[in-house]
């Protein structure tokens, strides 16, 4: 009924995700992402179990994010609130944990606050604020991690360098939000600029927040085409969408 073309990347619609042989490539993508993940731990002489795996479903559809959680895969992170509200409530009868990973305005905080167990990508005082007031008392602690801004990019959210110290301390002091670490997309590399420098940069960060008396566990960097760099430089979340999910459009 569908082509079936195993080099075909593009990405999953609903109906051919109901035929079972397209399930082999979620199931390949998945073991080729952990084998990738364990192949650089080893070079890093890290533990696999120090890395979480967020699967980035944005503009996917609800049943390969189904099938993904069904070969074990917990973790999803979504960028756009209206998109991720849709398919959770598709997906509303397992048991997923969301990560919010996309631009935050403050004034989609409130549907986050209540439908995601993490957001990743908050990056100014008053969006942590409003987060923490806005969660629900009877849900536990909202995860959060800051995104940095680590390349100084005009264009990409994130806070610089020299205001995260300040913003951290904040965040730690909000009732609802629990601190988890540091989010970062860094430049794409290109000639004159290598991500595993800003992954180190990030890491510094890091190392120097806890040393600050905060207690971070989480620092998030790593994507489908670095994940590599980003475990050698101390990464403990990658987000991976494309080589999990496939090509989005
Ligand atoms: C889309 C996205 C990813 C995943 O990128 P891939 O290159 O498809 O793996 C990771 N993190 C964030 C914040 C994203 O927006």
């Not at 590399?189 to 806890?210: I, K, P, V, W």
Request: proline share 4%; glycine share 6%; with cysteine.
């Amino acid at each position: 009924m569908f082509p079936v073309n195993d080099s075909d990347t593009r990405p999953l619609t609903i109906d051919q995700c109901i035929v079972p042989c397209k399930m082999n490539n979620l199931k390949a993508n998945l073991q080729n992402v952990c084998s990738r993940i364990d192949f650089a731990c080893k070079e890093a002489g890290r533990q696999v179990s120090e890395i979480v795996v967020v699967a980035v479903s944005k503009k996917h559809p609800a049943e390969p994010i189904r099938q993904l959680y069904h070969l074990g895969q917990s973790a999803f992170g979504e960028n756009y609130v209206q998109e991720a509200l849709a398919k959770q409530k598709l997906l509303q009868d397992i048991d997923i944990e969301w990560h919010f990973i996309g631009p935050l305005q403050s004034n989609k905080t409130q549907e986050v606050a209540h439908h995601f167990h993490w957001v990743q990508s908050a990056d100014r005082k008053k969006i942590l604020k409003r987060l923490s007031d806005q969660r629900p008392a009877t849900l536990p602690d909202l995860n959060v991690c800051i995104q940095v801004n680590i390349d100084r990019e005009e264009q990409k959210s994130g806070v610089l360098p020299e205001h995260l110290m300040e913003m951290a301390h904040y965040a730690q002091g909000l009732d609802k939000l629990h601190l988890r670490g540091l989010m970062a997309i860094p430049q794409q590399a290109t000639a004159g600029h290598d991500s595993s420098d800003s992954y180190q940069r990030m890491r510094e960060l890091f190392d120097t927040l806890n040393a600050s008396g905060l207690t971070l566990d989480t620092l998030s960097m790593g994507m489908s085409g670095d994940l590599e760099s980003a475990i050698m430089k101390g990464s403990t979340m990658v987000r991976v969408g494309t080589d999990l999910l496939g090509q989005r459009y």
